[in-house]
């Protein structure tokens, strides 16, 4: 069973035509849920963690919130440069330890 | 944030070569150390974490003999793809966790194999 799941797979935008993009997580004891940028043949660029319910965190066009289920990164008036896919990652126990994956949200922003 | 290189970005090689693939963290010390493993419009998974001065801890299902991993060095960490063959083709990236809290990625190597 996936721990992490995001929807939609696919989103095309028009240019300015605000949205948002989900990110369920299954997972117990959250410490930390993160939300990452990945443009075609990249590494992902990391854009913002979360820690607890309620929190809400901004960047230009984009704000992630946290409830205890989901997530949403909520974009406002999207631009063709936000195009990419956006990954959301969850972790599961403290210390320094790896990320659990969604599949991504691949955006599409149309001029 | 942690600043990662990888080299080299992209390779090709015949099945049955072996390709090792070069994880370095430019600013940070880095004890620890991460390889994902990325198919075609599919998630990154885990394959190993990597620690530096002892042996790397791998997932289930990821064989340490085929993906030895070797972290000599608090910047560098190398995963060799020993006896490639076609199924091994991915996209691999290396990240870098900063005490706990957000991870760094590289940019990424694509490697093709024949």
Redesign the interface.
């Known amino acids: 069973e996936d721990q992490v799941t995001q929807s939609p797979e696919a989103l095309r935008l028009q240019e300015g035509e605000s949205s948002s993009l989900n990110c369920s997580y299954t997972v117990s004891g959250l410490?930390?849920l993160?939300w990452?940028r990945q443009d075609p043949?990249?590494?992902?660029?990391?854009l913002f963690?979360l820690y607890s319910a309620g929190e809400e965190k901004e960047k230009e066009r984009l704000k992630a919130t946290l409830t205890k289920k989901e997530s949403f990164l909520h974009i406002t008036a999207p631009k063709p440069e936000d195009s990419a896919t956006y990954?959301c990652?969850v972790r599961q126990t403290?210390?320094?330890?790896?990320?659990?994956?969604?599949?991504?949200t691949r955006l599409s922003v149309i001029a | 944030g942690a600043v990662v290189s990888q080299h080299p970005s992209r390779v090709i090689c015949k099945s049955g070569t072996s390709v090792k693939i070069e994880c370095r963290s430019l600013d940070f010390q880095a004890t620890t150390m991460f390889w994902y493993r990325q198919f075609p419009k599919q998630s990154l998974m885990l394959m190993a974490t990597s620690n530096e001065g002892s042996k790397a801890t791998y997932e289930q299902g990821v064989e340490k003999d085929k993906f030895l991993i070797n972290h000599a060095s608090l910047t560098l960490s190398t995963l060799t793809v020993t006896s490639a063959h076609p199924e091994d083709s991915s996209f691999y990236i290396c990240s870098v966790g900063l005490a706990g809290n957000e991870q760094f990625f590289g940019p990424g190597t694509r490697l093709t194999v024949l």
């Open positions: 410490r930390g993160f990452y043949g990249k590494g992902p660029e990391f963690t990954l990652a403290s210390g320094n330890t790896p990320l659990v994956f969604g599949k991504g």
